[in-house]
């Protein structure tokens, strides 16, 4: 089985700085690696993903994530954030070739931007 | 493109009142999932299908029924609803899961049980 650890419920930054959320998973297999991103009353969006190769996922909006395998992480970057990105993120892991194909997610982090 | 529509985005039910909420993708996708965002719990899978004709349980699924007679359709019904399903339901559909393809969300449904 797979699980998702999101390190931080909250993480509030000013304006401009930069910001990390922590992401580790468990598995016994190969999976994929997603970060999705959901502001207020309104459903998730995908922010990026890892399927293989290059450590480094860029994605939407500014955002990167790198995958490290020896440490089961999947960590969430931004060098300089805008109030715009105020809102809960979700890390989910999906069993690589899975028949099911569900996403496991994690518990959230809500990012807090302020001015 | 509409992507993942989910009917109602509002209801309020009294205890022991049935509904169905529905949910239509229009991408042709073969994985078709239910979950439920309860506050500081993430997100739960409740039912998924991985083809018309199609379901399963998921993590949480008592409770709750599902059917998926036609590929483009989930629905997610609630025969007797109790104070603990209040929570905001999220369809999505994903295309499938061998190629890591990323699952699309519907706008959620906020149900409240009284």
């Known amino acids: 089985a797979q699980s998702v650890t999101q390190l931080d419920s909250q993480v509030p930054v000013f304006e401009e700085a930069p910001v990390e959320l922590r992401c580790n998973y468990s598995?016994?297999?190969?999976?994929?690696l997603f970060w999705y991103v959901q502001y207020p009353n309104q459903g998730l969006q995908l922010l990026l993903k890892?399927?293989?190769?290059?450590?480094l996922v860029k994605g939407i909006n500014g955002f990167e994530a790198e995958f490290n395998k020896s440490q089961t992480s999947f960590h969430l970057r931004k060098p300089s954030v805008h109030i715009s990105d105020t809102a809960e993120y979700f890390c989910?892991?999906?069993?690589?070739?899975?028949?099911?194909?569900?996403?496991?997610f994690g518990k959230g982090t809500k990012l807090s931007v302020k001015p | 493109n509409a992507g993942v529509t989910q009917t109602p985005k509002f209801r309020v039910l009294k205890t022991g009142q049935s509904m169905t909420l529905l949910c239509a993708q229009d991408?042709?996708?073969?994985?078709m999932y239910w979950y439920r965002q309860d506050p500081g719990m993430g997100l739960r899978l409740i039912h998924y299908s991985v083809g018309e004709g199609t379901t399963a349980k998921g993590e949480v699924p008592d409770g709750y029924n599902v059917s998926r007679l036609k590929k483009q359709n989930f629905l997610l019904g609630l025969e007797s609803a109790a104070p603990s399903q209040t929570s905001v339901y999220f369809c999505?559909?994903?295309?499938?899961?061998?190629?890591?393809?990323?699952?699309?969300f519907g706008q959620g449904t906020r149900l409240t049980v009284v």
């Open positions: 991408m042709n996708h073969e994985y």
């Open positions: 989910a892991v999906s069993r690589y070739g899975g028949s099911q194909g569900n996403l496991i």
């Open positions: 999505a559909s994903r295309r499938d899961s061998g190629t890591g393809s990323g699952a699309f």
């Open positions: 598995s016994s297999v190969s999976v994929y």
């Open positions: 890892y399927l293989s190769g290059s450590t």
